[in-house]
């Protein structure tokens, strides 16, 4: 009787990569970077009378350095 090699050997690749995987899962790893914290610098606006605080108005200002740096960190 002769035994088909790859159907021999396919479960025990396929046990090994999943072994693998498990290793690999488990390890610790760095954890992420957090991303930076942006300053909290409130502007206020009137609306007709109703007044609205928006804390990070001033990162709508894309050609500010400040707000470049944040970005790119």
């Known amino acids: 009787m002769r ?6 050997f396919a479960p025990v ?3 090994a ?3 693998a995987s498990i290793c690999y899962a488990q390890t610790p790893s ?3 970077a957090k991303p930076p914290v ?4 409130p502007v206020t606006d ?3 009378g109703t007044k609205i605080v928006d804390n990070y ?3 709508e200002n894309l050609k500010d350095p400040e707000v ?3 970005m790119k960190a």
């Open 30 to 32: 760095a954890a992420p």
């Open 68 to 70: 470049q740096e944040w």
């Open 3 to 8: 035994i088909r090699t790859s159907f021999f």
């Open 13 to 15: 690749i396929a046990f």
């Open 38 to 41: 942006a300053p909290v610098r």
């Open 46 to 48: 009137d609306y007709y």
């Open 57 to 59: 108005r001033y990162m």
């Open 17 to 19: 990569a999943l072994g």
